[in-house]
Nanobody
Framework: QVPLIESGGGLVQAGGSLRLSCTTSGHTLRWYTMGWFRQAPGKEREFVATISWTGGDPSYAASVKGRFTISRDNAKDTVYLQMNSLKPDDTAVYYC???????????????????WGQGTQVTVSS
């Protein structure tokens, strides 16, 4: 098991920003494709962003492209999600996910990931 710990969620007004972090304990995330997903009440879990080992070729959901940025610091075993220009529709529990891959890849399907964090709540008020 690879424990994933998210932090950085909270309450913010529309138009504001938050930065989520995802790290681990006792493991390295160096060889893992990482992803962020979110789930709003009454809705299915949806893809937000993904990043490969190297940090190259990040991929985003259309609804967040241009507003959110995924990045990673392998020396710190931490992945970030910078969220700008937040909207009320971004309100959800945000989950970090990890998948070990044999080469640098990105993955957008939630079922493709092996390990998940407990989630951090993001609430955007109008």
């Amino acid at each position: 098991q690879v424990p994933l710990i998210e932090s950085g969620g909270g309450l913010v007004q529309a138009g504001g920003s938050l930065r989520l972090s995802c790290t681990t304990s006792g493991h390295t995330l160096r060889w893992y494709t990482m992803g962020w997903f979110r789930q709003a009440p009454g809705k299915e879990r949806e893809f937000v962003a993904t990043i490969s080992w190297t940090g190259g070729d990040p991929s985003y959901a259309a609804s967040v492209k241009g507003r959110f940025t995924i990045s990673r610091d392998n020396a710190k075993d931490t992945v970030y999600l910078q969220m700008n220009s937040l909207k009320p529709d971004d309100t959800a529990v945000y989950y970090c996910a990890a998948k070990m891959t044999l080469r640098p890849l990105t993955r957008t399907g939630w079922s493709e990931y092996d390990y998940w964090g407990q989630g951090t709540q993001v609430t955007v008020s109008s």
